[in-house]
């Protein structure tokens, strides 16, 4: 029974956690399985990470002493120390990007009783000397349908807190609570960490910018025609123009043309595109797509060849391309094969042709 005697409150407190700390710690990874189940089924992939904890109980009853037993006990309200103790379980979720915490919170609001939502992104940001990290606290609970299930029944009593963040406002959050005396220190100190905490809010909104600015060179890319000619009306060449140089955007999609059941990996295609360009910085995509049209027919034929030898041999998509380049202008790509690699292919192709010239 609820009372104004903080000991025998605190000693209700520690003996109700520690006869449930199973129970906490059970559905602290239930919640979890619920929401990345949830993130997956409305493909939210932004998310970098969830987990949870279950609160230290010295910790709950701090929060409860700094927080609300003087308010209560001034009014004499009796009071249980576990009915305020929102957060004894915690999830924190991570975003990649800053406008992703919206998009998680709404799916958390479709699925869960909502008790409480503390929004400290605008809490900060509509104040001009405030500086603290930034995120946005919910307080939920199962809902009705979820609270019936068996596997959740043991799990309904206890609400659980969320955070959502994305991964510049976590990083200042740690950060921000090694700042000791932040309340008290000299005004100077305060103006350096107000533009330190300034420079995190600028790296989220760039990230988020060059996000924006990467799907768009994508869809320029996927829009655009796979091959220009870069001729103008009377058959004369166009000045060479960095839209139409290759890219790792217009690579993927003249590629992804030729081989469809391959899956370039970003990393991958980044550094390969460096190679090419580093051989030739002016290098146009109409080069790359005319390369691949005239010479991965007989590069197919070689690999087949090569395969054939060994059963250790390998030839991906990115040794294709390589060979292609090759056939395409020996001169500019005499190093996008290796020595052995480049002697084998001149033997092949000198064999083929059966008259041992040189093969191109």
Not at 120 to 149: P, R, W
Not at 153 to 173: C, G, K, T, Y
Not at 304 to 311: C, K, L, P, T, V
Request: hydrophobic fraction near 35%; proline fraction near 2%; aromatic fraction near 12%.
């Amino acid at each position: 029974m609820a009372s104004l005697d903080f000991e025998k409150e605190k000693h209700a407190f520690l003996k109700f956690y520690d006869n449930n700390w199973q129970l906490f710690e059970s559905a602290k990874k239930a919640y979890i399985r619920i929401i990345e189940a949830l993130l997956m089924e409305f493909d939210v992939i932004e998310v970098t990470k969830i987990e949870g904890r279950v609160k230290d109980k010295e910790e709950c009853v701090k929060k409860f002493h700094r927080k609300y037993q003087s308010k209560l006990e001034t009014n004499e309200q009796p009071y249980e120390i576990k009915d305020y103790i929102s957060d004894l379980i915690g999830v924190r979720i991570i975003c990649l990007y800053e406008d992703q915490i919206e998009v998680v919170s709404e799916v958390l609001k479709g699925h869960f009783k909502i008790i409480d939502v503390t929004d400290k992104i605008s809490a900060v940001e509509s104040t001009e000397d405030s500086f603290g990290y930034k995120g946005l606290h919910m307080d939920l609970a199962l809902n009705d349908q979820m609270s019936t299930l068996p596997k959740y029944q043991q799990h309904a009593e206890f609400p659980f807190e969320v955070q959502i963040r994305s991964l510049i406002q976590d990083a200042w959050s740690v950060l921000d609570h090694k700042i000791k005396y932040k309340k008290s220190i000299p005004i100077d100190l305060k103006r350096r960490i107000n533009v330190l905490s300034a420079l995190f809010e600028l790296a989220d909104r760039e990230f988020k910018e060059i996000r924006n600015a990467t799907r768009e060179l994508i869809q320029q890319a996927t829009v655009a025609p796979i091959s220009d000619d870069n001729r103008g009306a009377a058959g004369q060449p166009l000045a060479v123009s960095s839209e139409k140089t290759v890219n790792a955007f217009n690579f993927l999609r003249i590629a992804g043309h030729f081989f469809r059941d391959f899956e370039f990996e970003d990393y991958k295609v980044d550094g390969f595109v460096q190679d090419i360009l580093k051989l030739d910085r002016d290098f146009q995509k109409s080069a790359l797509h005319k390369s691949l049209t005239e010479n991965l027919r007989i590069v197919r034929d070689y690999r087949d060849f090569f395969m054939a030898e060994s059963s250790d041999n390998t030839f991906s998509p990115y040794t294709s391309i390589r060979h292609c380049l090759y056939l395409y202008d020996q001169e500019t790509f005499n190093r996008i094969l290796s020595r052995g690699s480049k002697e084998r292919f001149d033997g092949w192709l000198s064999d083929l042709r059966g008259d041992g010239s040189d093969p191109l």
